[in-house]
């Protein structure tokens, strides 16, 4: 009997980061969901959970130096440059210190670098939740206030719609600026298995990979059988043309399979 296809969602690592779950989708896990969740943790990560979940400790301690919740993200991605202080790029060096080289092998430290960029990301998804649930709850205490006060229900959602202008912008979108999950990807393609599929209802990511010239086709039943039932849409691709990138590294010269449902992708 054959074994149900891996399918991992991307960008999302929590599963309550979609508004409704997704049977037969998988989210990866790189050192810091509960183990009883279910998520995929890959065999290929070098820090342990005890040990992911220290350096994020640390490196949660200097997030508040960063303007936004994804600067220190972007920073260490990037390594430090001239767009952030001299206090920040300080900060990048220290984190990147606190890498645990196992070996001195390229391949070991790139390994060591894709985890410590999943566990930002992790991170900064988790927070993004938390401010979206206080968003929703901002909301609900203005349509509870309208009845509290005896309001009629027209002058109730007059009072709700006017709180909506004067409230607090809340930014929860998981990547604001294009291309900010490159780094996300590039890390994720090299620890999850190759045979792995991706699922994607991003319309930021399916929208870059048309730019770029890629090309979905329609599922057949067959290759979506452990996916909900729907229209979906297929794409196959090596990890370099996914990335918009050249090389010979063999985690990213693998043909990926990818995911979307037919109605995000036509609206992308």
């Known amino acids: 009997m054959p074994q149900p296809r891996l399918v991992i969602s991307f960008p999302q690592m ?16 790189p050192g810091l969901a509960p183990e009883d969740a279910g998520q995929l943790m890959p065999e290929a990560l070098p820090l342990t959970r005890a040990e992911a979940a220290g350096w994020l400790a640390q490196a949660v ?3 508040d130096l960063f303007r936004k919740p994804g600067e220190l993200l972007a920073a260490y ?3 430090g440059n001239d767009f952030y202080s001299e206090t920040a790029h300080a900060i990048v060096s220290e984190l990147r210190a606190m890498d645990k080289p196992r070996e001195d092998d390229a391949q070991s430290k790139e390994l060591i670098r894709a985890q ?8 900064r998804e988790q927070s993004l939740m938390e401010i979206g649930s206080l968003d929703n709850g901002v909301e609900a205490s203005w349509d509870g206030m309208g009845e509290a006060l005896g309001l009629e229900p027209d002058d109730a959602a007059e009072l709700a719609e006017v709180a909506a202008h004067i409230r607090p912008d809340l930014h929860t979108s998981l990547f604001s600026v294009a291309d900010e999950w490159l780094p996300v990807l590039d890390a994720m393609l ?4 190759a045979q792995a599929a991706l699922y994607v ?3 930021g990511v399916l929208a870059h990979w048309r730019e770029l010239g890629l090309k979905f086709v329609p599922a057949e039943a067959e290759d979506c059988e452990d996916l ?5 849409q297929m794409l196959r691709a090596t990890g370099y043309d996914l990335l918009g990138a050249k090389g010979d590294a063999a985690e990213f010269l693998a043909e990926r399979l990818v995911f979307a449902p037919a109605g995000v992708l036509d609206a992308a």
């Open 116 to 123: 410590a960029l999943l566990l930002l990301s992790w991170q």
């Open 61 to 63: 301690g200097y997030a």
């Open 14 to 29: 929590h599963p309550r980061s979609r508004p409704e779950p997704v049977s037969g989708v998988t989210y990866l896990d």
């Open 228 to 232: 909900p039932e729907g229209e979906w």
């Open 201 to 203: 209802d991003d319309a």
């Open 190 to 193: 090299r620890l999850i298995p």
């Open 77 to 79: 991605t990037a390594g």
